[in-house]
């Protein structure tokens, strides 16, 4: 059975409760995180989660399959999640959702070559190449934990292609369509989150 396929969406419209709890198991991690990037604790993150399972439920019937099971998921997950921020007062100010006036990933200017340079824009200082460092380093609990307060501080767009990217799995074409956005959009967006974790990264690393 293709994941959020026909044959998935007829079964949980009929009510077949081991379908449904497939789905649940295989995507609820992923709405709890989108959840949270939204909300300012686990706690409302889970409540959100619970009422997109509800929503979902009441709505299936309304599923046209324009977009995966998959990408229906989380357009409800984020909408609920965005008014429950909204109404809690935590989320980001709406300016921050601009992609065009973004530092190139908060890099200083220094990193950089000048406009009277042979090759201007290019990298003077370049990134630290850490791919000789222990796996267990890149694995540990600082390294991980820069990462994460690192997406935290990304604007809400990047944050959410960071976080379905990078930190889900998923593919580009998932993330489009999830979140409504261009393939040149969703590059872009990934390519200055990236650089902002990356950064971070390598003042753990690299220090």
């Known amino acids: 059975m293709v994941e959020g396929g026909n044959d998935e969406v007829r079964a949980l419209r009929a009510g077949d409760e081991a379908t449904f709890r497939i789905v649940v198991a295989r995507e609820h991690t992923a709405l709890f995180r989108v959840a949270r990037a939204h909300v300012h604790d686990d706690a409302t993150a889970s409540d959100v989660v619970q009422e ?14 324009r977009s995966s099971l998959r990408s229906w998921l989380v357009a409800i ?3 609920l999640a965005r008014r429950r921020g909204a109404r809690d007062a935590r989320v980001r100010p709406v300016a921050e959702l601009s992609t065009g006036a973004e530092a190139p990933g908060g890099w200083s200017p220094d990193r950089f070559r000048g406009p009277g340079d042979r090759w201007p824009g290019h990298w003077a200082v370049p990134p630290a190449d850490w791919s000789t460092s222990p796996e267990e380093r890149l694995a540990g ?6 990462a994460q307060a ?14 379905l990217r990078d930190v ?3 593919s580009s074409a998932e993330v489009c369509d999830a979140l409504g956005l261009s393939s040149g959009n969703e590059r872009v967006l990934l ?6 974790v990356r950064r971070s990264l390598e003042e753990v690393l690299m220090p």
């Not at 609990?141 to 820069?146: C, R, W």
Request: charged share 25%.
């Open 191 to 196: 390519h200055r989150g990236r650089s902002v």
């Open 77 to 79: 997950v984020l909408n």
């Open 168 to 170: 889900l799995g998923w």
């Open 150 to 163: 690192a997406i935290d501080t990304l604007p809400p767009r990047q944050r959410m292609v960071v976080l």
């Open 52 to 65: 997109t399972w509800l929503a979902a439920i009441r709505g299936l019937d309304g599923f046209e399959g």
């Open 141 to 146: 609990k600082e390294v991980t934990e820069a």
